[in-house]
């Protein structure tokens, strides 16, 4: 897989896919695209509406910041372990967000967002697997 896709490029569209991805909450939360598709149906009001997307984009926010990391945009040689736990945990977010979809009650969501959260956890393991020179930077 490192051969068919460099790292800096997994880390460009992961970064690229997850800020649109947060756009996409953002446009929710602001009631510009439906929520109908979204969280398996499971938003019945605005309360409903602003938790879930706020948690939402919560969680893209900290994704985005551990590519980030992981990449050696944010903060270049530091917070190692913490990136490398980050994108493993990403990953396993991916997995089970991928069956979520699949589960999911709107066709929408499970045609549309079940292979792009496919695509993103193969994208993250990508990330995950990329071992570290002994300059403490990622090897591109």
């Not at 800020?19 to 695209?33: A, C, N, P």
């Not at 089970?96 to 393991?125: D, K, W, Y």
Request: glycine residues 8%; aromatic residues 12%.
């Amino acid at each position: 897989m490192k051969n068919l896709i460099s790292l800096k490029m997994t880390s460009n569209f992961l970064l690229v896919m997850n800020g649109l991805i947060l756009l996409l909450h953002i446009l929710i939360i602001l009631k510009v695209v439906p929520y109908h598709f979204i969280w398996g149906g499971q938003i019945n009001n605005t309360a409903d509406l602003y938790r879930l997307e706020g948690m939402s984009i919560f969680i893209q926010c900290l994704f985005i910041f551990i590519i980030g990391l992981k990449a050696g945009y944010i903060f270049p040689g530091k917070l190692k372990r913490t990136a490398n736990a980050g994108v493993w945990i990403i990953f396993i977010f991916m997995i089970i967000n991928t069956f979520g979809n699949l589960a999911s009650t709107s066709g929408l969501e499970t045609l549309i967002m079940t292979p792009l959260t496919i695509v993103l956890a193969l994208l993250t393991f990508r990330l995950a697997v990329e071992k570290e020179d002994h300059n403490n930077t990622i090897s591109y």
